[in-house]
């Protein structure tokens, strides 16, 4: 097999050579130069659809970094006011119809979209609201994940963790434009769906739109019955 | 323009802004995956759990992992040491449902505690190690060690397996120790140790990923190993062709290039087919068996009966299947074999693993990336348990007790006369316990009136003892026989190392405070043994490990310091720089050159007939574990799982008048339970699946003790069984 090509370009000035085939967002990762993303995650297959993770190489449009391969002589910038500011308009219009209460910021502790919004300081969205909260439906079917529609921005990481890792192939999307939706099997409700609740895709979302629920107590009575 | 304002999309009360990250292991089944534990600490209860990059896992779990923690937590915990009262003698089993079967009147859970616990007392831990120690030292004394034995745990980590094993050998004075592993691959490893020399996997699953084909056989990767199952899943979905083999169907067949469903018992003649084909047609590597198998001229002799068409009528499978089967991994470049209790737990369940060896030794399927032996291990540490020398013909590292040399080594590390003799298995101890042979046993972890073939057997067993000492996280079963019970720690209380399927030593980490006055394993081991005369006394769980480590071969190079977060594979030469070994037996086998054992079929030991129509085929479910004692106690688990069934195939079904959701009573000669069908299509006609786990429909009640004669493994593969339509029994939710 012989060597691997190298391609050398900057990232916000640094001089990177990486493999070629290496995305844009891997190369700047092994500068230590880090990218915000949503819709992506070193164990999954990119897609670029969340454009969080876009650079300016100096084309008409900027690039999504996550799928934009890496080639010769770019200069990439990765972190310019007008990149951020790109930034911080899509995480706006990602916030304008978030529900007020993020489930994960209540269980996990962990949602994506606002801790871009901290980083941003974003104080006001200037849009109108989308639908009204809880428009777009909620499903607590499942023993053990919550699903919250008006949390999810169709990144489809769940979808990739679902098919791609767990090879489960439950979840898929539903619906055209604003009534576009992940679902389970033929649109079945979360728990009377062939999920086998390995919570891949709870672990892999980025929002509040795939949470555990909360793992109750179990009160039993010391007579050992469960229910 | 709307106003945002962060503070309200957070809730300040959240209690993981506080939470304690653990790395640990999962506590379940032999994949062995890694993860981290979110931990309140003010609350002592974990939050939640997450993936970690192990080498097994690669964050990926399942539903046991990731949402059935909360067992430990569970209010039924021991808390405290108890002693059976004095009026709750002759012993006995103290529930209704225990006593009597499925006949109970109440139908599900656990065990009764408010029926149970009245008969116990509480005591503190001096008067119950005391009187523990003394009576098995009183029933050592008058009859010698043999009249005691123990069952240690594939649950319990190596150093709880290994003092276990030396308390009973050093301490008791017998070989009479055993563990679940009996229960599992015993007949596998059997195989293993004859034909190459060690019971341990060639190649790690992830391993796959290098494979042209796979053999899938006896195992339900899907529910049983999820996680392992997802990196086949991934193979398969990058080019690996498997062949799934099952009479009952696996959801992994579904990713399979072939599936193949034979009937029950009729494993030995599919892969003597098998091979007879590929000899026959010259897909086997010469070159290989000339320089690293014997008895191939031998096996080829006793194979050449079995031609597709005499292999068709025994398997129930088409000729052309077997031929295609033949050729698809014959001609494969690297192969792996990938094997579960289907294969093992049969009374020619060493037989099967025998011809599964042989395939892999001819087609020169060993010792290269994507090929190899992999019997896929249940429990977390059913691979440590039986290194540390939970087993009772071998001390740890598999070194015979019957050899004078090493007997002489273990008499000089441990300071004390040891048994030359072979030790009972755990189906031979439970006879043994009714013959009146042997007459006191510990414990540790064991739930054996649940897990072991024919219970009004094992009720007697138990009922007979002496002596039964229980250590355990809750009121089990097995502890309703006890004399003492010994409250214990659960895996999220305790370090230990774990030795996974794939042969990685890893730590698991404490993430909870054990509940009330609940001790660690390996201290109680430690405090019997000190109070029967044995000191055994180590500063530290390290210590322990360290000791174990230095008798063996395959552990002596690894330590707590150098196994760190995600552990190592062993055998592991050089661990400051080597992760160990992926791939194992490159150039040649422990035994030197590998021995094929030849095996011809043999009927199982209870054919279906007139009077039992039916094939039972027992196993397990995705959400529960084994007896139920920790999953029937985790709500996730519980709630998406809550009941037991007989699955039945529709044409079966349509004859007995049986729908889905119905009541039916499955009776064998051994006994019957009650319990819901399912109709499903995933059997065969003419045969039925009813999980293990459930108490009120206890699977086992029904099984056949027949073992097999090496292995000493029950065949809890395959009774004969009868079914009837019955009405839903009294306080049962309808359907």
Known sequence: MSATKLIKLTIDGHDVSVPEGTTIWDAARQAGIEIPVLCHSPRLRPVGVCRMCVVDIGQRVMAASCVRPCEDGMKVDASSPKVQRHRKVLTQLLLSDYPENSRREQTTGDDQLLALARRFGIDQIPFAEGASNGARGRDASSAVIDVDHQACILCDKCMRACNELQHNDVITRTGKGYGARIAFDLDAPMGSSTCVSCGECMAVCPTGALTNKLIVPVRANRRGSNR | ?735
Request: aromatic share 8%; net charge neutral.
């Open chain 2, 1 to 735: 323009m709307k106003a945002f304002r962060l503070e309200d999309t957070q809730n300040p009360t959240t209690a993981t802004a506080k939470v304690k990250r653990v790395d640990s292991l999962c506590p379940y089944c032999g994949v062995g995956c890694a993860l981290t534990f979110s931990v309140d600490e003010t609350s002592n209860r974990i939050v939640d759990v997450q993936g970690r990059d192990g080498a097994a896992n690669a964050e990926r779990l399942c539903v046991k992992g990731r949402y059935g923690f909360d067992y430990a937590m569970h209010p039924q915990r021991l808390t405290q040491p108890l002693i059976r009262k004095p009026g709750s003698y002759p012993k006995g089993a103290l529930s209704a449902i225990v006593k009597n079967g499925s006949r109970a009147r109440k139908a599900g859970g656990l065990v009764d505690y408010d029926e149970v616990m009245p008969h116990f007392r509480e005591a503190n831990w001096d008067e119950a190690l005391d009187l523990a120690a003394g009576r098995l030292k009183q029933i050592r004394d008058v009859h010698g060690g043999d009249a005691l034995a123990g069952f240690g745990s594939a649950k319990g980590s190596n150093e709880e397996a290994y003092l276990f094993q030396k308390l009973v050998r050093a301490a008791f004075g017998t070989n009479n120790v055993d563990h679940c592993t009996r229960l599992c691959h015993a007949s596998s490893v059997a195989a293993l140790l004859e034909g190459i020399g060690s019971g341990a996997v060639t190649n790690v699953v992830r391993d796959i990923e290098h494979a042209d084909v796979a053999i899938v056989t006896g195992c339900n990767p899907t529910e049983n190993h999820p996680v392992a199952a997802t990196f086949m899943k991934d193979a398969a979905a990058k080019g690996t062709k498997l062949i799934v083999i099952n009479p009952r169907r696996p959801q992994i067949a579904d990713f399979a290039a072939m599936y193949l469903q034979p009937q029950p018992g009729s494993d030995v003649a599919l892969y003597n087919g098998l091979m007879q084909v590929m000899i026959a047609e010259n897909l086997i590597d010469r070159d290989f068996i000339a320089r690293r198998v014997d008895g191939f001229e031998e096996l080829k002799e006793i194979v050449a009966p079995y031609t597709p068409e005499r292999v068709a009528k025994l398997t129930g499978l088409p000729a052309q299947d077997i031929v295609d089967a033949a050729r698809l991994f014959g001609r494969a470049k690297a192969a792996m074999i990938f094997w579960g209790m289907g294969i093992s737990q049969h009374t020619f369940g060493t037989d099967n693993a025998r011809c599964l060896i042989a395939l892999a030794m001819i087609s020169g399927n060993v010792g290269r990336p994507g090929t190899g032996l992999h019997p896929l291990r249940g429990q977390n540490n059913v691979q440590g348990a039986s290194d540390a020398g939970l087993i009772p013909m071998v001390y740890p590292d598999y070194q015979s007790v019957k050899d004078p040399k090493i007997q002489t080594k273990f008499e000089k590390y441990w300071g004390v006369k040891l048994s030359p003799k072979i030790g009972l298995t755990v189906t031979e101890i439970i006879g043994a316990a009714l013959a009146g042979s042997v007459k006191g046993m510990y414990m540790m972890g064991e739930n054996p009136f649940l897990s072991d073939p024919d219970i009004n057997k094992v009720r007697k067993a138990l009922s007979a003892l002496e002596f039964l000492l229980v250590q355990d996280i809750f009121l089990t079963e097995t502890a309703e026989f006890a004399d003492v019970i010994l409250p214990a720690s659960s895996f999220m209380e305790k370090t230990g190392t774990y030795t996974n399927t794939d042969r990685r030593v890893q730590i698991g980490r404490p993430a909870l405070a054990a509940p009330g006055a609940a001790r660690q394993d390996w201290e109680l081991i430690c405090e019997i043994g000190n109070r029967m005369g044995f000191p055994m006394k180590y500063a530290s769980i390290e210590a322990v490990f360290d000791e174990f480590a230095a008798c063996t071969k395959e552990y002596k190079t690894l330590s707590y310091d150098n196994l760190g977060a995600y552990g190592k594979w062993y055998p592991c030469p050089d661990p400051k720089t080597s992760p160990g070994e992926r791939i194992v037996f490159g150039d040649s086998f422990p035994l030197g050159k590998a021995k094929l054992v030849p095996a011809r079929i043999s009927a199982p030991n209870e054919m279906p007939d007139d009077a039992y129509p039916f094939v039972l085929n027992t196993g397990r479910v995705l959400q529960h574990w084994h007896t139920g004692s920790m999953t029937r106690r985790s709500h996730a688990l519980d709630a998406i799982e809550p009941e037991a069934f007989v699955e039945i195939h529709p044409l079966d079904a349509a004859k007995l008048k049986l729908r889905d959701g119905d009541w039916s009573q499955v009776e064998s000669r051994r006994g019957e339970i009650q319990l819901r069908v399912r109709v499903r299509d995933r059997m065969s006609p003419g045969a039925v699946f009813i999980p293990m786990h459930f108490r009120e429909a206890a699977a086992n009640v029904l099984t056949d003790p027949a073992i097999d004669p090496i292995g000493k493994i029950p065949t809890f593969k395959f009774c004969a069984v009868r079914i009837k339509r019955i009405d839903a029994p009294p306080n049962t939710a309808a359907s």
